[in-house]
């Protein structure tokens, strides 16, 4: 069970929300809701509670707060910046008038934003935007990995711009640097690591496609089989690649930011927060993705934003929080969704949760109506028609269909006798 994790999210006058408090849970959560309504902006107002360097990427109020309650080393914290901390001179021009610690709570440290660094550094969630196809880049040997010290400054000083893909990550140079070092000596937990990623990518994809990594040849290209063929990284098709990028970076995460001895991933904990965690993913992909991710990464907390009811029907209880666009002006209250939704298919997801109101759902209803109506005056021709217009929009097994077939049958069988 995940022992460092974000338990809470508090935003004031940021960005659109007047008011916004979210609870999470401490394995998977997903942050549903339709477009616009505000999920990238939950994980940008996580991402700046930890750094000051991408403010810009946001608008504030001078009464602006934001925070984020976490557990980390059994501690309670809680970080980021009180009212009046910021001023917004206008669009992507701000500047700090005070380092405001965030209100404070009974049995909870507040730490302001410029103390990150002294006195929570250790914790450093990753964030990964939606931007996750590969580019070709030619890698021309071992690269020296960063320092811990830096590494970690890296990733709290860059959540914000991953999470707008304006931050590169290189995730075939990591590759090739595993192909390199995991024979070594000094390389035991990230060998572990290695063997752990190569165990369980199969199944992170499509069962049949038996996606595998293969080897590296000497001109340094990684290269991979999907579907019996083998092909290079950049050939990789857009959900496969997202998929390896998802992977490896968690994988990079873990081992550049902790010490020696805390860097394998099956005990690993921390937070990752992934935007539009189904994206390039065909459904049957997404059915698994959530399992897939919770047993390479057993006590890591995920909060991952999402528009798709395949996603969501792998949620289980105390996982799914659901956001409406504006409600009551913009105030939000937030917790995981007590429903378990494996159970649900995907329309009944689509209309719950995701609020759609199709046109053809409309109509549905509308022809369906329509068809009783020329039952109950008992004319074949309005009933034949009114099959019709629903034959159009409905699936072909539909059971209601099935019934109305029957029932035109039976209609016209009679007026023959
Ligand atoms: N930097 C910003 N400053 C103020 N408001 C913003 C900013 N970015 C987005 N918004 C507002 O937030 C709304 C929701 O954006 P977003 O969080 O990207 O939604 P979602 O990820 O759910 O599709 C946008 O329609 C816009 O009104
Ligand atoms: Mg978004």
């Known amino acids: 069970m995940a022992t460092d994790y974000i338990e809470k999210l508090h935003l004031r006058n940021f960005r659109q929300f007047k008011l916004l408090d979210i609870e999470f849970s401490k394995q998977f959560n997903f942050i549903a809701g339709p477009n616009g309504c505000g999920k990238t902006s939950v994980l940008a107002g996580i991402s700046h509670c930890f750094h000051h360097g ?4 946001s608008r504030f ?4 707060e934001f925070w984020t309650d976490l557990t980390f080393s059994d501690e309670k914290r809680r970080v980021g910046m009180g009212r009046d901390s910021i001023n917004d001179q206008g669009y992507r021009n701000q500047s700090i008038k005070a380092w405001n610690k965030p209100e404070a709570e009974q049995g909870r440290e507040s730490i302001s934003i410029n103390e990150v660094n002294s006195k929570l550094k250790e914790f450093c969630p990753l964030f990964i935007g939606a931007q996750r196809n590969i580019k070709y880049q030619q890698i021309n040997g071992m690269q020296r990995e960063q320092p811990l010290e830096q590494k970690l400054n890296q990733y709290v000083s860059t959540g914000t711009k991953s999470l707008y893909g304006d931050q590169p990550s290189n995730i075939k140079q990591w590759f090739v640097n595993r192909y390199f070092m995991i024979d070594k000596d000094w390389a035991k937990e990230e060998r572990e690591n290695w063997y752990h990623m190569l165990e369980f990518l199969p199944t992170l994809a499509p069962f049949n496609s038996s996606f595998s990594y293969v080897r590296t040849g000497k001109e340094l290209e990684p290269i991979f089989s999907i579907y019996g ?17 998802i992977l490896a970076n968690i994988f990079e995460w873990i ?6 001895g805390f860097r394998v991933a099956s005990k690993a904990t921390g937070t990752v927060l992934i935007d539009e965690l189904d994206l390039h993913l065909h459904p049957e992909w997404q059915f698994s993705l959530r399992d897939g991710l919770s047993n390479i990464f057993p006590n890591i907390q995920f909060i991952v934003t999402t528009h798709s009811p395949h996603l969501l029907s792998s949620a289980k209880e105390n996982e799914v929080i659901i956001m409406d666009r504006n409600p009551n002006e913009n105030v939000y209250s937030l917790k995981p969704s007590t429903k378990r939704f494996s159970g649900w298919n995907t329309d009944q997801i689509l209309s719950e949760v995701m609020g759609v109101m199709s046109l053809e759902n409309k109509d549905y209803e509308k ?9 109950e005056v008992r004319s074949i021709e309005g009933l034949k028609h009114a099959i019709y217009k629903l034959t159009d929009i409905c699936h072909p097994n539909d059971s209601i269909l099935t019934v109305l077939n029957a029932k035109y049958a039976s209609m016209v069988a009679t007026s023959n006798d």
């Not at 063929?229 to 990789?236: A, I, R, S, T």
């Not at 081992?255 to 020696?260: P, Q, V």
């Open 61 to 64: 109020q001078d009464d602006s």
């Open 255 to 260: 081992e550049g930011t902790r010490k020696e």
């Open 367 to 375: 022809f369906v109506t329509d068809a009783f109506d020329q039952i």
């Open 229 to 245: 063929e083998e092909c290079y990284m950049e050939e990789l098709s857009a959900g496969f690649q997202a998929v390896l990028s």
């Open 54 to 57: 991408s403010f810009q990427y």
